[in-house]
Nanobody, 122 residues
Framework: QVELVESGGGSVQTGGSLRLSCAVS????????MSWFRQAPGREREGIAT????????HYADSMAGRFTISKDKAKNTLYLQMNNLRPEDSAMYYC???????????????WGQGTQVTVSS
């Protein structure tokens, strides 16, 4: 059983940066990738970035590439999302997830974290 706990959210001004963390406890052999998602009020959940457990390869949603960077510290068993040049439209609840298939799809999530709020003011 995998448990995920996010932290690092907060309020920043446009152009600012935040680094989100997702502490991973437990282990599952069914986890294929670790991903970040976000959901703003009234909007659908969207995948941001993912990192494949086996080879560490990373993939990003087209709209996120360049400003967001996903990484994982294996020694600390912690997933990160570095977010730069933040914009008001990035305001949302951010979640990490352990997925079994279709990374960033959200349909085969093994475990969700509780979320951390990011608010970007203009």
């Amino acid at each position: 059983q995998v448990e995920l706990v996010e932290s690092g959210g907060g309020s920043v001004q446009t152009g600012g940066s935040l680094r989100l963390s997702c502490a991973v406890s437990g282990h599952s052999y069914e986890t294929y990738c670790m991903s970040w998602f976000r959901q703003a009020p009234g909007r659908e959940r969207e995948g941001i970035a993912t990192i494949v457990e086996d080879d560490g390869s990373t993939h990003y949603a087209d709209s996120m590439a360049g400003r967001f960077t996903i990484s994982k510290d294996k020694a600390k068993n912690t997933l990160y999302l570095q977010m730069n040049n933040l914009r008001p439209e990035d305001s949302a609840m951010y979640y990490c997830a352990a997925e079994r298939f279709q990374c960033m799809g959200g349909a085969y999530v093994e475990t969700w974290g509780q979320g951390t709020q990011v608010t970007v003011s203009s």
